[in-house]
Structure formats: structure tokens, C-alpha cells
């Protein structure tokens, strides 16, 4: 794909998770695959903010050295790369990966429990359980690889997880499929949560 193309998805899938509210403020971070790297959300800006004139992104190496345009990347750069590592030894076609702190998934982490299939919708889009890892910073560390790797080494179909406290990390062909897997991972934990308390009320 043209970085040009690239860009354009980027600033849609960025604004879409800010719209949505699955992400707020300056958090959370985006990428997408490009030639030699990859493109990054900066470091303190916001989804809203970002554009396809590559105003709050960085295009880096997998391993997170800056290329062009100069400027810092976020502090989730090793995450991303190591999503781009993971997929490309395991043949899996991942071109974007979205990270952001969506509330009802976070609130479920806390539990962590896999969040179950718990509607139709994530049956066929997922079709296993979401798992969820205990990170013990504020950003996936290189001490924190095993874990990860280890979840795409036992299912290579899985097309994300949750951290626990930090949100959820969605992976997709390209930047707007794994947008649309982060809503889908909101929208079950939501309905997850909602339907256990519905069930502790005996409402059914």
C-alpha cells in the first residue's frame, strides 16, 4: 500500500477511536505497517489531533528507531514492533495495530479472566475467548515478550488481547480493521459486565 493510503487510514482510524470514545485525552496509540518500518502515533498528543499530513505520527523501525519525520514516538513503540515481529514469524498478515484505554475493557481486565464470546457477534468475528495480561508498567516491556509471544504461538488467530488495568491491543490486516476489533472488544466487555450484573440481580 502507498504510504500516502497509509496515512489516510491512520487519520480515519485515529479520529474514529477518539469519536467512539474508546479513547480519550492524549492516551492510547495506533500504528500501521509500511516499508521498512512502521508509522506510529507520537508521544503526548491526541487521536483527534492526528493527520494524514503526519502531524502526531513518527515513521519508525520495528525496533523503534526514528526515521522521518523526526519527532518521539509513543511509549508503547516496543509494543507495536513487536506485534509486526510476532506476525511476520508467524506468517500472519497484521498491518495496523490500535492500543487504546476503552473503559468497560479495562474494567473487566481487573477480573483477569479471558473475556468470554459472549455475543454472537464476537462468536463470528473472534470466535475464541480475548485473554488478558498482567503487565506490571504502564507500557509492555521487553520482560513482558514471552507472555505475549506465547499467546500467538498457542492460537496465531488471535486478534488481540487485554491489559490488565491498560486496555486493549487490537491487530488487523490493515489500521482500520484493527479499529474496528477495538470497538468490537469495548462493545463485548461492555456487554459482558452488564449481563453478569444482570444475572447477580436475578433480573434473569
Same mark, same amino acid.
Given at each position: 500500500?502507498?504510504?500516502? /493510503? &497509509?496515512?489516510?487510514?491512520?487519520? &480515519?482510524?485515529?479520529?474514529?477511536?477518539?469519536?467512539?470514545?474508546?479513547?480519550?485525552?492524549?492516551?492510547?496509540?495506533?500504528? +500501521?505497517?509500511?516499508?521498512?518500518?512502521?508509522?506510529?502515533?507520537?508521544?503526548?498528543?491526541?487521536?483527534?489531533?492526528?493527520?494524514?499530513?503526519?502531524?502526531?505520527?513518527?515513521?519508525?523501525?520495528?525496533?523503534?528507531?526514528?526515521?522521518?519525520?523526526?519527532? %518521539?514516538?509513543?511509549?508503547? @513503540?516496543?509494543?507495536?514492533?513487536?506485534?509486526? *515481529? $510476532?506476525?511476520?514469524?508467524?506468517?500472519?498478515?497484521?498491518?495496523?495495530?490500535?492500543?487504546?484505554?476503552?473503559?468497560?475493557? $479495562?474494567?473487566?481486565?481487573?477480573? *483477569? %479472566? +479471558?473475556?468470554?464470546? =459472549? =455475543?454472537?457477534?464476537?462468536?463470528? *468475528?473472534?470466535?475464541?475467548?480475548?485473554?488478558?495480561?498482567?503487565? /506490571?508498567?504502564?507500557?509492555?516491556?521487553?520482560?513482558?515478550?514471552? +507472555?505475549?509471544?506465547?499467546?500467538?504461538?498457542?492460537?496465531? %488467530?488471535?486478534?488481540?488481547? $487485554?491489559?490488565?488495568?491498560?486496555?486493549? @491491543?487490537?491487530?488487523? %490486516?490493515? &489500521?482500520?480493521? +484493527?479499529?474496528?476489533?477495538?470497538?468490537?472488544?469495548?462493545?463485548?466487555?461492555?456487554?459482558? &459486565? =452488564?449481563?453478569?450484573?444482570?444475572? /447477580?440481580?436475578? $433480573?434473569?
Amino acid at each position: 500500500m502507498e504510504k500516502e /493510503k &497509509i496515512y489516510e487510514q491512520l487519520e &480515519i482510524a485515529a479520529h474514529r477511536a477518539y469519536a467512539r470514545g474508546i479513547q480519550t485525552g492524549n492516551g492510547g496509540n495506533c500504528s +500501521a505497517r509500511m516499508e521498512g518500518g512502521m508509522i506510529v502515533k507520537s508521544s503526548g498528543g491526541s487521536l483527534a489531533d492526528c493527520n494524514k499530513e503526519g502531524e502526531g505520527f513518527v515513521e519508525t523501525t520495528l525496533d523503534g528507531e526514528v526515521l522521518s519525520p523526526s519527532g %518521539k514516538p509513543t511509549r508503547e @513503540v516496543f509494543l507495536h514492533g513487536l506485534m509486526y *515481529k $510476532i506476525a511476520d514469524e508467524l506468517g500472519l498478515s497484521v498491518g495496523g495495530v490500535m492500543h487504546c484505554h476503552s473503559p468497560w475493557a $479495562i474494567s473487566w481486565s481487573y477480573s *483477569k %479472566k +479471558a473475556l468470554p464470546m =459472549t =455475543t454472537l457477534h464476537m462468536q463470528l *468475528k473472534v470466535g475464541c475467548d480475548l485473554p488478558v495480561v498482567d503487565v /506490571k508498567t504502564a507500557s509492555v516491556q521487553p520482560e513482558d515478550e514471552p +507472555a505475549i509471544r506465547k499467546l500467538f504461538e498457542e492460537n496465531p %488467530k488471535l486478534p488481540g488481547f $487485554i491489559l490488565v488495568g491498560h486496555g486493549v @491491543v487490537a491487530l488487523g %490486516k490493515d &489500521i482500520l480493521a +484493527a479499529e474496528h476489533m477495538a470497538e468490537l472488544f469495548e462493545e463485548t466487555a461492555q456487554i459482558a &459486565i =452488564t449481563k453478569a450484573a444482570c444475572e /447477580k440481580l436475578g $433480573i434473569y
